[in-house]
């Protein structure tokens, strides 16, 4: 009779004490897209500071450059704050349709407000114009 009441103890004790349940883990994502994701977020970064310093932060100045399929998918990524789908053609044909560098969306531009990340988001005119300015402001 005791091992029975000590049973029926056990089994209220884990009923009654038991630890809660651990919460659920996140379901991780594979390589492929958390590295898609995060160059979706470095390309947003950067339309946003290409947007702010070449086109006084107005969208709708660099998409009346763009087709309008593009440019209807660039005010849909900018309204729902991204998407870890942006589109490799959409970025290439922003830097083009802006003069800018392959890739440029891609890359980190930490130093949003340094003079050299300014240079980059000039188009290629405009950057040879300043890179011949310097060049004459060197010469002694």
């Not at 379901?27 to 977020?41: D, F, M, N, S, T």
């Amino acid at each position: 009779m005791g091992k029975i009441r000590r049973t029926k103890r056990d089994e209220e004790q884990l009923l009654l004490w038991s630890d809660p349940l651990p919460a659920p883990l996140k379901k991780k994502l594979p390589v492929k897209e958390q590295i898609l994701g995060r160059v979706a977020v470095a390309r947003l970064k950067n339309i946003g500071l290409l947007v702010r310093l070449r086109f006084r932060g107005d969208v709708g100045r660099l998409t009346q450059l763009l087709s309008a399929s593009h440019a209807k998918t660039l005010e849909g990524l900018c309204q729902r704050g991204g998407s870890r789908h942006f589109d490799d053609k959409l970025a290439r044909r922003i830097e083009a349709v802006c003069g800018l560098e392959r890739g440029w969306l891609d890359l980190s531009h930490a130093g949003q407000d340094t003079l050299a990340t300014k240079v980059t988001v000039l188009d290629r005119r405009a950057r040879r114009a300043v890179n011949e300015i310097v060049e004459a402001l060197l010469q002694p």
